[in-house]
């Protein structure tokens, strides 16, 4: 008898999160919960989905201790009633000195924390119109990649910046990451021009699936977000593409792809150490 296929239904919401963290919570759940009853075993939500403002150059988000945060709760009973695992993209979560994480969650089909990851790369930029981003103005950075096994799959963790550091990607495949997620409020400006080529990059370079769920529209402060959550496949194609508007997008992936890919192209076994030679001048 031939193997069962590794089918996994995925739902990525995409929302516009407004200042009032009530109400981005309520319609993020009603959101999570449309994905759960068509199917999904697996719902990811954006970066900073409870809500975030910008202030010129800083970012500010909605943000409470790990122990009071109410979004945990509330999507760990949701979690554990459709029988899914969810990942809660990214929250402020504040530190006893006062700092604020941008902390990702993995919460697995009983509720419970499977994984925590706080966003390694901190988008301080300028914009291509000279707008300044300092995310580390407000942000303290993590330093350490996470990769969780969740109902038998490897899910390695991300948030938005990281896209653009393939290193990480490539230690988590190498330790075994199935599925790389990348929750983001990704900008329109450097969407449009990145968004897609880095996703399908990433799913390339390592054999993975790839779950991005975005955030879409203008945010509180005038910071406008890309949208257009993907889902890539590990030969680089997008299963998923949000585009505009906020929603939620479900489709059905078959986890044996991957296995399959690295076999076709073994690329994670072939990394070879080097010198760079040369002064750079």
């Known amino acids: 008898m031939a193997p069962m296929s590794r089918n996994l239904t995925i739902a990525l919401v995409q929302n516009r999160a407004t200042a009032d963290f009530a109400v981005n919570l309520d319609r993020c759940l009603s959101f999570a919960a449309e994905g759960a009853r068509d199917g999904a075993r697996f719902i990811a939500l954006p970066e900073y989905f409870s809500g975030l403002r910008s202030d010129g150059p ?10 009071e945060h109410p979004a945990i709760p509330a999507f760990a009973e949701l979690a554990r009633r459709n029988g899914a695992t969810v990942l809660l993209g990214s929250l402020g979560v504040l530190a006893a000195d006062g700092r604020i994480f941008n902390r990702a969650y993995l919460l697995d089909p009983q509720g419970k924390v499977s994984g925590r990851y706080d966003k390694i790369h901190l988008f301080d930029i300028d914009m291509p119109d000279g707008t300044p981003v ?3 103005a407000t942000i303290a950075p993590g330093s350490n990649a996470v990769l969780a096994k969740v109902a038998g799959v490897s899910i390695g963790l991300s948030i ?37 080529v880095l996703n399908r990059a ?3 370079e390592n054999g993975c699936f790839v779950v991005s769920p975005c955030q879409w529209g203008e945010l509180p402060g005038g910071a406008l977000s890309y ?8 030969w680089g194609r997008v299963v998923v593409d949000g585009g505009e508007g906020e929603g939620v997008f479900t489709a059905t992936i078959d986890l044996d792809l991957v296995a399959a890919t690295r076999a076709r192209i073994p ?3 072939h990394d070879r150490n080097f010198t760079l030679e040369g002064s750079g001048q």
């Not at 800083?58 to 122990?67: G, K, N, T």
């Not at 938005?160 to 997620?181: H, M, N, S, V, W």
């Not at 949208?227 to 590990?234: F, Q």
């Open 160 to 196: 938005c910046y990281d896209l653009r550091f393939p290193l990480l990607y490539r230690k988590l495949a190498q330790a075994g990451a199935e599925i790389l997620t990348v929750p983001a409020a990704f900008t329109k400006a450097t969407g449009e021009a990145h968004w897609h």
């Open 227 to 234: 949208g257009h959550s993907l889902i890539v496949d590990p």
């Open 134 to 136: 300092r995310e580390s």
């Open 267 to 269: 690329s994670l076994q």
């Open 202 to 204: 990433r799913a390339i």
């Open 58 to 67: 800083r970012i500010h988000p909605v943000a409470f201790p790990e122990s």
